[in-house]
Every structure is written in C-alpha cells, then in structure tokens.
C-alpha cells in the first residue's frame, strides 16, 4: 500500500514584518530582545521552504533576509570600547522602531475595517431633493416648499392657541390621521378655492390635534391629493385640493 506523500504547508504572509512578528510570538520572545541568530535562522528556512516549493519570494523577504544577516554578522564582529557604542551599531534598535511602527499602523488598519464594516449595516438618509423626485416623481405638490417651510408655519400656529390651551393634559386623544385626512378634504371641497395653511388648524382643540392635523397635510401632500404652495416669499402658504384624485 503507498505511503501518501508528506505535504508541507506554510502559512501566507503579507510581508516580511509580519513573518517576523509571527516568529516572535510563536517564540514568545520580547520584541525589544529580539534573539537574532535564532529569528535570522527561522526566517531563513521559511524563505528555503517556499524555494522548495517553487513558490515566488517577493524581493521585500529578501531585503529582509539581507538586513538580519547583515545584524548577525555585526554581531559576530569584536565589541568596541563601551564609549565607542553607539545605538544603531548593530542594526536591532532600527529594527525594534520598524516592527513597533508595523504593528501601529496594522492595529489602525484593523480599527478602520471594523469602522468600514458597521458603516456599511447603515443606509444613509437621501436628501431633501432626492426624497421629493422619489416620492412625487414629475408632479412636486409642494411646489418649492421645504418641510422646513412647513415646521414653521406650523409653529406659527400653534403660537396662535391661548396659553392655557398649550398646557398638555395627559388625556387619550380618540381623533386619527385617517379622520383629519377626511376633514381637510372635506373643508378643501367646501371652500372650492386655497385656504390659508393656519386656517387648517382653526377647529384644533389641543396640541396633539394640531399635531395629526399636520401629519395628515403631509400625508394628503405624499399621496398628491392636495397642493402646497406659496406666492411670494415669506407670505401665506396655501393649501387646495387636487382635482381629479381620490
């Protein structure tokens, strides 16, 4: 019976570094002792495996190989007089700066993919333009007017109720959207021209009312069933029906 044939698997590095900080924490060794003849020696033979199996060493690795046996043969070399040392005689405090910088900028990477990756669950809000054309295609029933038009029309009358009445009591309000929705088109078929936005709100009786008063208007505007529109800056805004809808 054959014997199957011994398979040899290396891991995939992107670069020399992290080869490197690999084979120290494989070692468990302190990046700021680094052993160089040992690493130098491991490093080697990971280079000689990939040659084994015919794969590409990208000239990075060898430039690396190169600098280690460049800190092993200085360190081989006669120590010189103590005050003769300087710090980067022998190449390994370059080399510490180098793999603390590589790991720096590897932890920032790894913080900006997970920022990318819970970026990505959030679908961004269109804005003001892009909302209108989806929602009333060729036909805008606001006629120029901003939401923010609206919200200040609005406040304007609800600055008109008495005090008292602003006082909110916490009493189950039985009037809905769907009820106002019947009562502006109603008002609107009855008055056969525009009406003042503020005269919508007349017949409100508390702020939640004026407040699904609002909501239907918006809701009427969507469904292009009334026109908003204004005629001169800053004037009255208008509301009228649009014939020939629901």
Do not use: W
């Not at 602003?166 to 008002?187: A, F, G, H, Q």
């Amino acid at each position: 019976m054959n014997q199957p044939a011994h398979q040899l698997r290396l891991e995939v590095f992107e670069g020399p570094f992290e080869l490197l900080i690999h084979l120290i924490d494989k070692n468990q060794l302190d990046i700021y002792d680094i052993p160089i003849a040992e690493i130098t020696r491991q490093y080697l033979e990971y280079l000689q495996a990939m040659e084994e199996l015919d794969l590409e060493i990208a000239s990075s690795f060898l430039v690396m190989a190169a600098r280690l046996l460049l800190i092993k043969a200085r360190l081989l070399l006669p120590v010189p007089p103590a005050d003769e040392l300087t710090a980067e005689d022998d190449g390994r405090q370059e080399l510490v700066h180098d793999l603390l910088e590589y790991l720096r900028f590897k932890e920032a990477a790894k913080i900006l993919d997970q920022c990318f990756r819970q970026e990505g669950q959030y679908v961004a809000r269109p804005n003001e333009e892009a909302l209108y054309t989806e929602l009333f295609a060729e036909e805008n029933p606001l006629d120029g007017k901003t939401l923010l038009d609206l919200a200040n029309a609005f406040q304007e009358a609800l600055n008109r109720l008495p005090q008292a009445e602003r006082v909110m009591n916490i009493v189950r309000e039985e009037v809905t959207i769907n009820d106002k929705i019947k009562e502006i088109s109603k008002k609107l078929t009855q008055a056969e021209r525009s009406l003042p936005f503020r005269e919508i709100f007349t017949l409100c009786r508390s702020k939640i009312e004026m407040v699904i008063t609002f909501l239907a208007l918006l809701e009427l505007a969507r469904q292009k069933r009334i026109r908003i529109s204004q005629r001169n800056a800053f004037g009255e805004i208008y509301i009228r029906q649009v014939t020939g809808n629901r």
